[in-house]
């Protein structure tokens, strides 16, 4: 028993640290970047302030892929005894953080990245009806769609998880 608590105390830290800095770059480092670079007045400042917030959400989208499959792992082993409702829950929760955390890197971040290198100028000197320019931006509300739905799914995770029963016995009082 000490080990499937220690397993789920760890589950709770590593969902915490990863929505802690999932919701951190969304609220506040991405804005601030953005507003910081453009208020500097540089004819370069959206496709500087882009490039920093995609490293920084190319770090957070494959934590939260890496973190879900580790915790798919480990929820397999420790909810064996817990109802089917709840272990599904967990289990589809943690899928779907790992899904679009991946769907974010693998497939819209790095179809962003190439459309960044077929415009050859910054971003900000493309015109907004230019057919790169509106697919890049469609992409970005896709990005910004799929670390939504995975910060959703793994602040289900969380809470399923630390709503979990674990019956312990206690050492009788001598």
Known sequence: ?????????????????????????????APRVFSVLRGAELSNAGALAG??????????????????????????????????????????????????????????????????????LPIDQIARDDPRRVAFDGLHRYSVVALSVAMIAGLVAFIVIASRGHRTNPEPLA
């Not at 957070?60 to 829950?89: C, H, M, P």
């Not at 962003?112 to 077929?118: E, I, K, V, Y």
């Open 1 to 29: 028993m000490r080990l499937r608590n220690f397993l789920s105390v760890l589950s709770l830290v590593l969902l915490g640290l990863w929505l802690g800095a999932a919701v951190f770059l969304s609220a506040a480092v």
């Open 51 to 120: 490039a920093i917030v995609s490293e920084l959400l190319g770090t957070i989208n494959r934590g939260g892929f890496e973190i879900a499959l580790l915790l798919i792992v480990i929820s397999y082993f420790t909810t064996r005894d817990q109802k089917r409702l709840r272990r599904f829950a967990e289990m589809i929760s943690l899928a779907i953080m790992a899904i679009m955390a991946a769907l974010g890197h693998w497939v819209i971040a790095a179809r962003m990245s190439g459309l960044r290198t077929a415009m050859q």
